[in-house]
């Protein structure tokens, strides 16, 4: 060893040059693990340390490796982040989830983990294309498929407040920034950066906390219906009628002008067909308004017009007088279970998976006015975009209301990030969250996520509750993801002028 040469860099080196030789077998089952560790601090497990240690792993993984096998690394840990979590795919389409998750997801992570160096630049652009991939993963394809993003692991720990500044993208960041910090102490044994990561986390805690959302301009008084019954429901079963009566049974366990100040029911709750206004239900569902003496929101699909190809599926008010009041059709559609794109392509070797009819994409502004307050509307998919909120929000909404359907699914994963997605929302927007579904899960999300009330799955229940109204902004709300995007891009930059060829140590 040459005099003056630091033992600590010799043996950092070495340990480097052996990671780099790993095998195949060795390099792509420690891929998958870290993948692992990602996925299993979503929920429903939720066991969120996993997360900052498997951006660890990443980061340890991608050390000096070729393009090739960064790639290879990134596609098994997008195998192992969504394979488990997004396992409910499978009773929807057998062979579109395992396909979706091999040359889907797979792929996408294999070309965000691919464009990161293998050397030190690697911890400030690993993380910066992490939001890349989840606000490209959030728009395309097909519109968008937000899924266990990095920021769902955080909703119940004080680092979610971290969205109220730059939503859902940003908290993710925050996870990568704490795996990095793990990395630099476990692998380099460097205990100042990391230090500095997590003082900058907790104040951007503290300062989303910190928020001021003003006072509330009044109040609401909800009663959420879920009808309750089994899960592995769908609309093609033949059990609308009992869906059907399952609502209008609980919702007749309200009292005869109950304080209450809106009914709302779930998405798919009413499912007929021909016209909706025209059906012997909506006079059924007018009736019990009439009695309570509060307008209901119900999420009713039917029949769009001549087109036995289509249906719409949308959310309308019913007013006490009998009257049909506003209405919002829901825009976000899911690939493959509301709608099938690039239909003509997958019948050819799934048509038998596929759903015999494709949802009318609504067009309209997400909110509708609902006992003289303007009330944001996201129809279940729908939470899970950022974007959706917003546009409710910034139109007025002073409440925002999720009528879901997860009925469909025997598994808890959707539901219970469908969960988290509300509480980022919320968040986010500063709002009260209304979440009712018919088998569960119902609640009530709170603008600091905190949620109420919370239903059992397949019960019958009718939640209600008062919650306040406001018309503040946040800067999530105004910015949207431009925070966290912009951070990104001063995280490469930096580690082109700071990092670039330059050693551990």
Request: hydrophobic share 45%.
């Amino acid at each position: 060893m040459e005099s003056g040469a630091d033992p600590d860099s010799s043996a950092r080196a070495q340990t480097s040059g052996e990671r780099r030789h790993l095998g195949w077998p060795a390099l792509l089952a420690l891929s998958l693990a870290a993948g692992l560790l990602i996925c299993f601090a979503m929920p429903p497990w939720g066991w969120w340390p996993l997360a900052p240690a498997g951006i660890a792993l990443w980061l340890w993984l991608l050390e000096g490796q070729s393009p090739r096998r960064r790639a290879a690394v990134g596609w098994l840990v997008g195998i192992g982040w969504f394979g488990p979590s997004t396992l409910w795919m499978w009773g929807l389409t057998a062979p579109g989830y395992p396909l979706g998750v091999v040359f889907g997801w797979g792929p996408m992570v294999a070309a965000t983990s691919a464009v990161v160096p293998g050397d030190r630049r690697r911890l400030l652009v690993l993380p910066a294309a992490l939001v890349a991939y989840e606000w490209l993963h959030s728009h395309g394809p097909f519109g968008g498929v937000p899924l266990s993003m990095l920021g769902m692991t955080q909703v119940n720990l004080p680092t979610l407040m971290v969205a109220r500044l730059g939503g859902v993208f940003l908290l993710g960041a925050v996870v990568s920034a704490l795996g990095v910090a793990l990395y630099l102490v476990v692998v380099e044994r460097r205990w100042k950066e990391p230090a500095a990561i997590v003082m900058a986390v907790v104040l951007l805690s503290v300062a989303g906390a910190a928020w001021p959302l003003g006072e509330p301009v009044g109040s609401i008084t909800v009663a959420a219906v879920q009808g309750g019954g089994p899960q592995g429901t769908r609309y093609e079963s033949g059990q609308e009628p009992e869906v059907f009566r399952r609502h209008l049974e609980a919702t007749r366990e309200i009292p005869d002008n109950a304080d209450v100040d809106v009914v709302v029911w779930p998405e798919n709750a009413i499912n007929v067909d021909g016209d909706f206004l025209d059906h012997p239900w909506f006079d059924e569902v007018a009736a019990q308004a009439a009695r309570i003496g509060a307008p209901i929101v119900v999420g009713a699909v039917d029949d769009a017009g001549d087109d036995p190809s289509r249906f719409e599926n949308y959310v309308q008010v019913i007013e006490p007088d009998g009257t049909a009041g506003d209405r919002f059709d829901k825009e976000r559609r899911v690939p493959f279970g509301e709608y099938v794109p690039i239909r003509s392509l997958f019948e050819r070797v799934a048509a038998g998976n596929l759903p015999a009819r494709d949802q009318v994409p609504g067009s309209g502004t997400a909110v509708v006015e609902v006992a003289s307050t303007p009330m944001a509307v996201v129809v279940s998919w729908e939470v899970f975009f950022a974007r959706r909120v917003r546009e409710g929000v910034r139109a007025g909404g002073q409440v925002v209301l999720n009528p879901t359907n997860g009925s469909s699914y025997s598994l808890t994963q959707v539901q219970t990030q469908q969960i988290a997605s509300s509480q980022l929302r919320a968040v986010e927007a500063g709002r009260w969250l209304v979440q009712a579904s018919p088998t569960g899960f119902s609640a009530f999300v709170d603008p600091d996520g905190g949620v109420h009330e919370r239903t059992g799955v397949s019960e019958s229940a009718v939640l209600t509750r008062t919650v306040e109204r406001y018309d503040s902004t946040t800067p999530a709300q105004a910015l949207g993801a431009t925070p966290a995007l912009l951070l990104a891009i001063l995280a490469v930059a930096a580690a082109q002028v700071y990092l670039a060829d330059r050693p551990r140590g």
